[in-house]
């Protein structure tokens, strides 16, 4: 197991439609986000549903796909590593984000639904 360092599997479904542009350097960059759902039962012994949402971000042939195929509520499959990065905001206050940049995709549920 020593070479699995840094991987991410998610199943979800996307909560916007990917937003895509390309940098400076000509390379594709697609941006969006996906929820997964953890369903369970309490200690009364109702059901709780959690969800939890993932920033993703996918580059060239990867955002290609995600730009001509993926829309609001599609089902899909990734797998990925996970990153982190600060940037300064307009007010000068430093920011952190964790994202998954996304190495596969996997289009799942009816073409209807995409």
């Known amino acids: 197991m020593h070479t699995i360092k840094n991987k991410v599997q998610l199943i979800g479904n996307l909560g916007n439609t990917p937003e895509v542009k390309n940098t400076?350097?000509?390379?594709?960059?697609?941006?969006?986000?996906?929820?997964?759902?953890?369903?369970?039962?309490?200690?009364?012994?109702e059901k709780v549903k959690e969800t939890t949402w993932h920033n993703l971000v996918?580059?060239?042939?990867?955002?290609?796909?995600?730009?001509?195929?993926l829309n609001k509520g599609s089902e899909v499959a990734i797998e990925g590593k996970l990153i982190s990065r600060s940037y300064t905001d307009k007010e000068g206050v430093k920011k952190y984000i964790s994202e998954v940049e996304v190495n596969e995709l996997l289009m799942l549920g009816s073409k209807a639904s995409a």
């Open 24 to 45: 400076q350097s000509g390379k594709k960059l697609a941006r969006f986000s996906i929820a997964t759902n953890e369903i369970y039962r309490n200690a009364k012994g």
């Open 58 to 69: 996918a580059w060239g042939k990867i955002a290609d796909v995600a730009e001509k195929y």
